[in-house]
């Protein structure tokens, strides 16, 4: 099995890539923003506390979106690996990530960044915004702090799976399909 996590920014095209990916290899699709998201509308605990915390551009605790993966790893079947698409988003996440696969006897086998420049994430999140029923999309202020708590907080994992040579990365900017060739470059290589 291969396990493999899609980072960027937010707006990169994680979640359209994953899509692709799941198509294609067959892997498990784990969006820790879906899982929240469908949280939301089921008004959970979890959803209730998740929401404010998401329509302000900030994280939502380590420890509620671990235990969330855990359980999901948990039940995976057989399917070729998981995708995990927006987790994980701190150092701490990462490292219970880590934890997690070593209980399941299993490992990242890499990380894929997808480059995007701040002017256009703004851009396309907007455009998604307009679409979608994603209140995190439509406000440039929460917009704005999403990609501000990226940098802060997100953005140093690369180094953690660079230190472990498991970082790959390729150019957001392009067609869904030339950026999705790229990617599945690096998984068969
Ligand atoms: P995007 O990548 O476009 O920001 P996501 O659907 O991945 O979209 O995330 C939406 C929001 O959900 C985030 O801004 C954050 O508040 C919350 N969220 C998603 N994944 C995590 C995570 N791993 N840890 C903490 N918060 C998360």
Do not use: W
């Amino acid at each position: 099995m291969k396990h493999i996590l899609i980072f960027g920014p937010p707006g990169a095209g994680k979640g359209t890539q994953a899509k692709l990916l799941v198509d294609k290899y067959k892997f498990m699709h784990l969006s820790t923003g879906d899982m929240l998201r469908d949280e939301i509308k089921r008004s959970t605990e979890i959803g209730l506390r998740a929401k404010a915390i998401i329509d302000s551009g900030q994280l939502v605790s380590d420890e509620i979106v671990a235990e969330m993966v855990r359980l999901r790893i948990r039940n995976m079947k057989d399917d070729a690996g998981i995708i995990f698409d927006g987790f994980p988003r701190t150092l701490a996440q990462a490292r219970k990530l880590d934890e997690i696969m070593n209980g399941e006897k299993q490992e990242i086998a890499m990380m894929i960044a997808i480059d995007v420049h701040d002017e256009e994430i703004i851009k396309r999140i907007l455009e998604r915004g307009k679409i979608s029923q994603r209140s995190d999309d439509r406000d440039i202020n929460t917009i704005k702090n999403r990609i501000d708590t990226y940098n802060r907080q997100t953005a140093i994992l690369a180094d953690y799976y660079k230190q472990q040579a498991k970082f790959k990365s390729v150019d957001g900017i392009g067609t869904v399909e030339d950026i999705f060739k790229n990617i599945c470059k690096l998984i068969e290589e």
